[in-house]
């Protein structure tokens, strides 16, 4: 079983920036892939960001490239979402997952990830 708590999320004006963290326990983080989804009222949930077991690989969505940038801290069990130059489509409940089948390598796939976190909120004021 793996356990995740997402924190960070809140309230920002257009522009300005927020980091996301994960916090995972209940199995060696440093085996499992990570990702970051998102979604927003009345829209279907979409990937966001993705890392692979030792944080060498990363994936982003293109409507993120260059503004958000997703890395992990394999000491301390915690995946982070940088997220610069927000706008108010970036609204949404965020929420982090875990893939515990995954090689070292980035998974895109929602289907794939085994656990999920409650998610948290990012507002963008416009």
């Known amino acids: 079983q793996v356990q995740l708590v997402e924190s960070g999320g809140g309230l920002v004006q257009a522009g300005g920036s927020l980091t996301l963290s994960c916090a995972a326990s209940?199995?060696?983080?440093?085996?499992?892939?990570m990702g970051w989804f998102r979604q927003a009222p009345g829209k279907e949930r979409e990937f966001v960001a993705a890392?692979?077991?030792?944080?060498?690989?990363?994936e982003y969505a293109e409507f993120v490239k260059g503004r958000f940038a997703i890395s992990r801290d394999n000491a301390k069990n915690i995946v982070y979402l940088r997220m610069n130059s927000l706008t108010a489509e970036d609204s949404a409940v965020y929420r982090c997952?875990?893939?515990?089948?995954?090689?070292?390598?980035?998974?895109?796939?929602?289907?794939?990830?085994?656990?999920w976190g409650q998610g948290t909120q990012v507002t963008v004021s416009s």
């Open positions: 209940g199995r060696t983080f440093s085996s499992y892939a």
């Open positions: 890392i692979s077991r030792s944080g060498a690989n990363t």
């Open positions: 997952a875990a893939d515990v089948r995954a090689w070292n390598t980035v998974v895109r796939a929602a289907a794939e990830y085994d656990y």
